[in-house]
């Protein structure tokens, strides 16, 4: 077994030193992925992963994987998002394809296992004559306190939901079920990392280099993790023609794992997955606002979707979608943390500066702090002569990750 941090040795510049930050969420009962009236038992977990180079966030990456309990499982790997600090090169492509890998082989049973109990909790008070604001309320439970009784207002647990997964599905391995993995391709100059556009060493891939670069990706992927698999990309607003020209290998199909001729009379509500920053689910919502949720039909819902701004204006947006059962091994190590310990720890990430070097260089010691455990990698690849960045199109990034320290008012420049 190889864990994540062994695995991307192989594709890191040799003898340079690196760190991962494995992040998990805590496994917890969750909406379901794709609305339903019998509302399957739906596990969610946020991965966020970030590479550094010496001490400097390289690239980061979010992922959101659903597992669905009903009379099946399955499991759906969302790539929210993926960003890079420009402050250190490596081979983005290569890294993210690791990560892949990773996710896909990750044991379904290890998250069903960690599975967190749910509590409810309610506030129970005295009789009270209505209150009239929040304020009033908040008072009254003041005055209370001040009586003597400290604990009063403090919300009780009144309900513990410990879920518990049949059995059947704890002896499963990754082949026994399916794996959807979704995400849509939109080039952004940054997207976790704040003011990272500023930093002189950022290759910024447009949208079509966008697409291409993660349909290689996930292909390559794809192909190693995933033991059978159907892949489908779309571009809306595009002809069929020039979407197949995307296709990395030709067993890529145009379409959505979303749309099958088959159903597209049946109602989108039941069919469109509501995904965090997922333009099908804000879609979705949208019609939800307007009272249309129960009357579109999953072809008019794609017909519609074409025609929503962040689909048009030349831009191109893929839609990917591979679905099959994939291979297993064991996950290695990670930082599996608690809701707030996670959601500190990514914002670390999320809220630093990127390009004020004091900023960045203060980010490991505070991932630190959260409880994050950071595994040291070296690099084992080696250098390849001028890879295919045109000399014309070489940037000056500083030799391999070191972060230049900057006057803070003076421009970006960090070589
Ligand atoms: N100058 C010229 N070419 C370069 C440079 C450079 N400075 N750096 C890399 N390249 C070339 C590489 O050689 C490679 O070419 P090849 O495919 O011919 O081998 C190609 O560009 C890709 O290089 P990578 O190292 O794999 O990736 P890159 O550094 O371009 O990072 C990324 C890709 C993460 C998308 C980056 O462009 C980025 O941070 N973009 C901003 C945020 C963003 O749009 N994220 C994706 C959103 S979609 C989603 O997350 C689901």
Not at 115 to 132: A, D, E, G, N
Not at 238 to 261: A, C, L
Not at 339 to 353: L, Q, W, Y
């Amino acid at each position: 077994m190889t864990s994540l941090a062994e695995s991307l040795e192989d594709v890191l510049p040799k003898d340079e030193h690196f760190a991962l930050a494995n992040l998990q969420s805590i496994p917890k009962l969750s909406k379901p992925v794709v609305y339903q009236s019998e509302r399957p038992h739906t596990v969610k977990i946020i991965h966020f992963i970030v590479l550094f180079h010496n001490q400097t966030p390289v690239l980061a990456t979010e992922v959101y994987v659903y597992l669905t309990i009903a009379e099946t499982l399955k499991r759906t790997i969302y790539v929210s998002k993926v960003d890079t600090t420009g402050l250190t090169k490596v081979k983005v492509g290569k890294v993210v394809q690791r990560i892949l890998e990773w996710l896909f082989e990750y044991p379904v049973t290890q998250y069903l296992r960690d599975l967190r109990v749910k509590h409810t909790y309610k506030t129970v008070l005295k009789p009270h004559p209505p209150f009239t604001s929040p304020v009033q309320r908040a008072l009254h439970i003041l005055i209370e306190r001040a009586k003597g009784d400290k604990d009063y207002g403090v919300p009780q647990i009144v309900e513990s939901k410990a879920y518990r997964v049949p059995s059947r599905f704890l002896s499963l391995t990754n082949s026994d079920f399916q794996t959807d993995l979704v995400l849509f391709t939109r080039a952004e100059s940054q997207y976790l990392f704040p003011n990272s556009n500023k930093n002189d060493g950022k290759h910024i891939l447009d949208d079509g280099g966008l697409l291409k670069w993660w349909l290689k990706s996930i292909n390559l992927s794809v192909n190693k993790s995933f033991k059978s698999a159907q892949k489908y990309v779309d571009i809306l607003n595009s002809e069929p023609r020039q979407i197949s020209r995307y296709f990395p290998e030709n067993d890529w199909k145009i379409g959505s794992i979303y749309y099958r001729p088959e159903k597209a009379h049946d109602l989108a509500v039941y069919n469109i997955p509501l995904l965090p920053d997922d333009p099908k689910g804000r879609f979705l919502e949208h019609l939800v606002v307007e009272n249309r949720a129960k009357r579109v039909s999953l072809s008019q819902f794609w017909t519609e979707l074409a025609f929503r701004q962040e689909f048009r204006l030349g831009r191109i947006v893929g839609l990917i979608g591979v679905t099959g059962t994939c291979n297993e091994s064991a996950p290695g190590p990670l930082s599996m943390l608690k809701g707030k310990d996670f959601e500190n720890a990514r914002k670390v990430f999320t809220e630093s500066d990127y390009s004020d070097s004091s900023e960045v260089e203060a980010i490991y010691d505070r991932v630190l702090e959260y409880g994050v455990e950071l595994q040291e990698m070296t690099g084992r690849q080696d250098r390849v002569a001028s890879s295919s960045i045109p000399e014309s199109n070489k940037r000056p990034v500083t030799d391999l990750g070191m972060l230049v320290k900057r006057k803070k008012s003076t421009t970006q420049q960090l070589s």
